[in-house]
């Protein structure tokens, strides 16, 4: 069972940056593509950005393209997502979690969900 634990929200001023990171466990990258999904107050989960081991590029929702980078640390088994120019609508619980590899980035296809980060974006 994959087990994720993700920490380093917190709050930040708009145009700031702010790394959050996941620490996996029970967890292969080849078997699985990791990412961030984010929920702002009294909307729905999106997706953030997703990462796997077979392709070359990770992808990124077009909300956060040219903002954010996410990476994978092989030897700690940790993904992280480094977020700049931050933007008041970027507020929200940031979760990290796992798809199955060939599954779509989505939350009903979610095989594992990490607890949950809060990013505080004030203006």
């Known amino acids: 069972e994959v087990q994720l634990q993700a920490s380093g929200g917190g709050l930040v001023q708009a145009g700031g940056s702010l790394r959050i990171s996941c620490a996996a466990s029970g967890f292969t990258f080849d078997d699985y593509a990791i990412g961030w999904f984010r929920q702002a107050p009294g909307k729905g989960r999106e997706g953030v950005s997703v990462i796997s081991s077979s392709d070359s590029r990770p992808y990124y929702y077009d909300s956060v393209k040219g903002r954010f980078t996410i990476s994978f640390d092989n030897a700690k088994n940790t993904v992280y997502l480094q977020m700049n120019s931050l933007k008041p609508e970027d507020t929200a619980v940031y979760y990290c979690?796992?798809?199955?590899?060939?599954?779509?980035?989505?939350?009903?296809?979610?095989?594992?969900w990490g607890q949950g980060t809060l990013v505080t974006v004030s203006s």
């Open positions: 979690a796992v798809v199955p590899v060939g599954s779509y980035f989505r939350p009903e296809d979610v095989a594992s």
